[in-house]
């Protein structure tokens, strides 16, 4: 039972990638699926939700417009598309799960997930 992140890279500033996020035995459908992301000396900030029962998602201000997060049930996956990528972008990217479904910004509090992929590194050169 685990969730694989993939995806991240070294990108130049404007540039995009497409974060992914697998689960493996379980499935995504009764949890909220969020991406994280910790940069160096700094906190750990939510950045955006899926609910797995309806699609419906949340941003953070920070990302909102430029980032995109979506689901595929036949592939048990979660994806971030990030476009625009700023300098500021910068940041080990980790996908989570949290049991039910949540909305809004309360979708982005770390204290409800309790499953944790092992994190992708994202490095936007300016």
């Known amino acids: 039972v685990q969730l694989q992140a993939s995806g991240g890279g070294l990108v130049q500033a404007g540039g995009s990638l497409r974060l992914s996020c697998a689960a493996h035995?379980?499935?995504?459908?009764?949890?909220?699926i969020a991406w994280f992301r910790q940069a160096p000396g700094e906190e750990r900030e939510g950045v955006s939700c899926i609910s797995g029962r309806d699609g419906s998602t949340y941003y953070s201000s920070s990302v909102k417009g430029r980032q995109i997060i979506s689901g595929d049930k036949a592939k048990n996956s979660v994806y971030l598309q990030m476009n625009n990528l700023k300098a500021e972008d910068t940041a080990v990217y980790y996908c989570?799960?949290?049991?039910?479904?949540?909305?809004?910004?309360?979708?982005?509090?770390?204290?409800?997930?309790?499953?944790w992929g092992q994190g992708t590194q994202v490095t936007v050169s300016s």
């Open positions: 989570a799960t949290a049991p039910g479904y949540y909305s809004g910004d309360y979708c982005l509090m770390d204290f409800l997930y309790t499953r």
């Open positions: 035995g379980f499935t995504l459908d009764v949890y909220t």
